[in-house]
């Protein structure tokens, strides 16, 4: 059975910084895109960074040139760097793997179960 499990998240104060991970567990043989994605209490969810296979990035406006995501294709796993946060970057954060290669079967779409990251002002 595939997993992602985020970790990382917490309290902050802004200005500071956190670090997010998302590891992929389970017979995996290959994942697509991976991304992370956020939603604040009362709001949509937001894409925030989607990076590819390959390691092409894509940002959401409102987190460029303060997020950075990175992945480790050997692990799994995804990360994502957040420097300067805001009190409006607080919200839960989730993994999505758009798609995951196993050893029997695939899925689309995946998510992990989130992570809150809550910003002080």
């Known amino acids: 059975q595939v997993q992602l499990v985020e970790s990382g998240g917490g309290l902050v104060q802004a200005g500071g910084s956190l670090r997010l991970s998302c590891a992929a567990s389970?017979?995996?043989?290959?994942?697509?895109?991976m991304g992370w994605y956020r939603q604040a209490p009362g709001k949509q969810r937001e894409l925030v960074a989607v990076i590819s296979k390959g390691g092409s990035t894509n940002y959401a406006d409102s987190v460029k040139g303060r997020f950075t995501i990175s992945r480790d294709n050997a692990k799994n796993t995804v990360y994502l760097q957040m420097n300067s946060l805001k009190p409006e970057d607080t919200a839960v954060y989730y993994c999505n793997a758009d798609y995951i290669l196993t050893r029997v079967g695939s899925m689309r779409d995946y998510w992990g179960q989130g992570t809150q990251v809550t910003v002080s002002s």
């Open positions: 389970g017979s995996i043989v290959s994942i697509n895109a």
